[in-house]
């Protein structure tokens, strides 16, 4: 047992040092928690949202980028404000803390490929894990989907991203712990 909170501790340590490297300082507030300039709230909802699988887009045009972003957060802009978690599997995620802890790593991850996506580049099926949405400065909102290692999230111009966080390196999968 005493291994294990050691484990946990260095654990700990370690992602807040890589956090504080890579300039993302992540702290729990009253509110939710705050990722840099982003708070990550829950909002419950029993909405009959899309869930059937990550692949599938939102409904909005394919947008051209001159060059796709890194990262999610480099994707969802300086006018992203809030990112409110509206569902979650259970089974996976065993509660808001734990999907907020993955949202926060995966905002700042490199995905496979160097780069977000604008169309889908893997073959297998996901369903969403988290249902979330992205409340930009305008309160306009636009869809922030994961899965387990995957990604599918709309910027505040309404463009579709995807990512995969797995590959052949296993040191940059970002997944469930």
């Known amino acids: 047992m005493r291994q294990d909170t050691l484990g946990s501790m260095r654990r700990r ?5 890589l956090a504080l490297a890579i300039g993302l300082v992540v702290v729990r507030s009253p ?6 300039n982003l708070v990550i709230l829950g909002d419950p909802r029993s909405d009959g ?17 001159a060059e796709p972003p890194r990262t999610v957060r480099e994707a969802l802009g300086p006018d992203a404000e809030r990112i409110l978690v509206h569902r979650f599997d ?3 995620w065993p509660d808001l ?8 790593r995966v905002l700042t991850a490199v995905p496979e490929g160097g ?9 297998e099926g996901r369903r969403p894990e988290i249902l979330a949405s992205v409340e930009f400065s305008d309160r306009r909102r636009g869809a922030f989907h994961l899965a387990n290692g ?5 910027d505040s111009a309404g463009c579709e991203w995807w990512a995969r966080y797995l590959g052949p390196d296993r040191a940059r999968w970002v997944v469930w712990p």
């Not at 949202?49 to 051209?64: M, Q």
């Open 115 to 123: 780069r977000l996506s604008p169309g889908v580049y893997w073959a």
């Open 90 to 92: 259970a089974r996976r």
């Open 13 to 17: 340590l370690v992602l807040w040092c």
């Open 49 to 65: 949202a899309e869930t059937s699988d990550l692949g599938h887009r939102f409904g909005t045009a394919p947008c051209a980028s």
């Open 97 to 104: 803390d734990a999907t907020q802890t993955y949202i926060t």
């Open 150 to 154: 995957y990604a599918h999230v709309q």
């Open 31 to 36: 509110t939710g928690l705050v990722a840099g």
